[in-house]
């Protein structure tokens, strides 16, 4: 392990264990007195973040929310010469990009020519248009596109390495970049920014809860945010940037926009509660598919754990209690949690073998978190999970084939098809949760934070799951952490750029 990383190694756990307690805000949780290294983490979270008494009461350039938009384009406004500052209303950094699994979608990358995948941004376009229903904004999509191979070398240039290939629902070739060894992108990426926000001595405040985006003259001069329970501070600024994420943690708002939706889990960081599109439609900002929230369809039920896309993209599949495939796994999202919902307890199994499991370092996670049930033969796996014994043999035999083959004849799945399901037998209970808000504030390719009118807010701007439009009406797994540091990238150098005028 490298050095930096085992500096940041409390902070991550301290982002762990308050995201996952808390996601979706489903339910209160027990308090439990903190264990010695619990302790020991919080004050090592604690000294990772500049002191409250430090904050200034002006800055060239505001971001709001620490997650990674926010970072990256905090990173970017301080390489064009500014003076930024990031203001976090959780007590630590990360937000909803901590809890990110799959990894990062890009196209025409180093990455992918060293490994001899074939791509293009024109087939990149084109997949996540039609997995978005066609209802992209494809001004965005295209910037979006064209900038991802160029953001993995930034992320390389900037220590961020993600050479490891895999595929998710939705997309043709390999083309979802990941940490080497093949584990969860949020954490190590959440890291990686923390350092480079560290080593330029970015300040960093958490526990300070913007609550609004002040405007003079027309144009946008700073933000008030809260500092402790009874004190607001004024900053001024140049220029503000929005990265406060969707609103997945907020049942409120999920039950006004998708009220079919109100009593499922969430996947999201409890501070995904939509502060941002609040505070900028308040300033007139327009906003747009409010509506289209995604449910994901591997989520373990009773806490909300997200169950990565990779696991599928590596050889698994999805059984119901019958024992049965029923779906493409690598349909998209929206497709398979149809499928899903259609299943006798709206509920299904992943299956999967030793080299799955070899293959997605997350799978430990699971297997720690006490969600992964394992056995030495698929009789026994199917006694111990509930479901049709002869039925589930017969299923995975015919997988096998199919993967020898290369050719799913029941399905027609052609991605992740590479592993049989053999060695010791594995199974996860998921059912569809509440996963991303496609819907947001509008901006166009500059992020610049546009009125009813189209006309942009001088001095505001905004990336990440703030924002809307980019997604469509189904957004594809790798592509919320590409759109993080592509517009958040954007985002940071067009506020610079503002700033300096």
């Known amino acids: 392990m490298k050095k930096w990383q085992k500096l940041v190694t409390g902070t991550l756990t301290v982002a762990a264990v308050l995201t996952l307690a808390a996601c979706g805000g489903q339910k209160a949780v027990k308090k439990t007195k903190p264990s010695t290294s619990d302790a020991t983490a919080a004050a090592s979270a604690k000294s990772a973040y500049t002191p409250t008494s430090e904050m200034k009461s002006s800055y060239d350039v505001v971001i709001i929310g620490a997650g990674g938009a926010g970072m990256t384009a905090a990173i970017e406004a301080k390489d064009a010469g500014m003076n930024p500052v990031i203001l976090e209303k959780m007590p630590v950094a990360g937000g909803n990009t901590s809890k990110s699994s799959a990894g990062m979608n890009a196209s025409e990358t180093t990455v992918e020519h060293a490994q001899g995948v074939a791509d293009s941004n024109q087939q990149f376009f084109d997949e996540t248009l039609k997995g978005g229903g066609g209802t992209n904004d494809q001004a965005l999509l295209r910037y979006f596109v064209d900038h991802s191979a160029s953001a993995i070398d930034w992320l390389a240039t900037n220590g961020i390495v993600l050479d490891n290939l895999t595929t998710t629902g939705g997309m043709s070739v390999a083309r979802t970049h990941r940490p080497s060894d093949g584990s969860a992108i949020g954490q190590y990426l959440v890291a990686g920014l923390e350092k480079n926000i560290k080593s330029r001595e970015i300040p960093l405040f958490v526990n300070s809860d913007v609550t609004a985006i002040t405007e003079k003259d027309g144009k946008i001069s700073g933000v008030k945010v809260k500092v402790d329970e009874t004190k607001t501070k004024t900053i001024s600024a140049k220029a503000v940037v929005v990265t406060t994420g969707g609103f997945g943690a907020n049942k409120a708002m999920i039950k006004k926009y998708r009220p079919d939706l109100k009593d499922y889990v969430s996947t999201n960081a409890a501070g995904a509660t939509g502060d941002g599109i609040k505070m900028i439609e308040k300033l007139g900002g327009a906003t747009v598919d409010l509506d289209k929230i995604q449910i994901h369809p591997t989520v373990f039920k009773k806490t909300g754990y997200l169950v990565t896309e990779a696991v599928r993209g590596e050889g698994a599949i999805l059984v119901n209690k019958a024992g049965k495939r029923f779906v493409n796994e690598m349909d998209t999202r929206d497709k398979v949690s149809a ?34 049930t394992s056995a030495s033969s698929l009789t026994e796996l199917a006694k111990k999970i509930g479901v049709d014994q002869s039925q589930l043999d017969k299923t995975v035999a015919s997988w096998n084939e199919a993967v020898a083959s290369k050719t799913d004849s029941a399905f027609g799945r052609s991605t992740g098809m ?14 569809p949760g509440i996963h991303h808000i496609m819907g947001g504030v509008k901006i166009n390719t500059n992020t610049e934070v546009l009125k009813q009118d189209g006309k942009a807010i001088p001095g505001l701007y905004a990336a990440g799951e703030v924002t809307g439009g980019l997604h469509g009406s189904n957004r594809i797994g790798g592509n919320a952490v590409a759109d993080i540091i592509i517009f958040g990238r954007q985002a940071g150098t067009q506020a610079a750029a503002y700033a300096k005028k």
């Open 339 to 372: 499928a899903e919902l259609k299943q006798t307890g709206q509920t299904a199994y992943i299956i999967f073998g030793d080299a799955t499991k070899s293959a997605v370092k997350a799978i430990d996670q699971y297997i720690s978190k006490k969600i992964v």
């Open 418 to 431: 590479s592993k049989a399901i053999t060695g010791t037998y594995y199974a996860i209970p998921v059912s």
